[in-house]
């Protein structure tokens, strides 16, 4: 028996949607690494913009393109997975983001000892007038030391885990360690999931050695993003969560290499 398709019915109000589609869908993934592949749980948005004459738009698809995609997780498979959900849905804009975490071994700095680090990474896939743009973020958790603590105190600084958040709009791709990176060297210290003593020597000194206002770092970051060709635009944020402070300081620089407007990047 042949059954409706009640969506794909006209509509009479003649009002555009500029998105419809599913939020907050979780969806087990493989990530691209440097490493390899890496099994993740990302949590996607899809929408697609939907004509004026059409009563609605399938639901369904967009679980389906989703689960036929086979790619790893990047900004490269994001292209692909756009492209399969416009065709799928028959639709000529529409958006795509997913939030997952990533993991990155790293060795301390001097014991050598393994461990995990989780950064939070966001892909974002817009298509509209013909462009799509590619925007990838990431949150990375550093040290960061007050250098006017250290200049004013007889002994000792304050110091407190910060969060760079970076989100870059690609030219090309730019994986993920190679965004944490930038962010990790701007910083006081970086950090590590697990440190023996002569770790925890190294990095408490590193970082007294290497003061750096919230300012400082965003700034720093900018300077080497600005020398990046694979990134067209970018937001990079700084928040110290004080710990003589019940409050947090905050520093943000946008800046879009084209000369023109970019879309939101936060």
Known sequence: ?????????ADSRQLPIQSVGVKALAHPVMVATR????PSVATFDMGVALPADQ????????????????????????RELMAAMLKRLDAREGSIE???TSFIMKSAPLSGVQSLM???????AEQKAGRLKIVQQVVVPVMSLCPCSKKVADYGAHNQRSHVTIAAELDGDLGIEEQVRFAEDAASAELWGLLKRQDEKYVTERAYDNPKFVEDIVRDVALALDREPRVAAFMVSAENFESIHNHSAFAVIERNRRGAHSAKLR
């Open 1 to 9: 028996m042949m059954l409706p398709d009640v969506q794909a019915g």
């Open 35 to 38: 490493s390899g592949p890496q």
């Open 55 to 78: 009563r609605g738009t399938h639901m369904s698809r967009f679980i389906e393109v989703l689960q036929n995609h086979r790619a790893p997780l990047s900004a490269a498979s994001l």
């Open 98 to 100: 997913a939030r997952f």
């Open 118 to 124: 989780d950064y939070q990474v966001t892909l974002q």
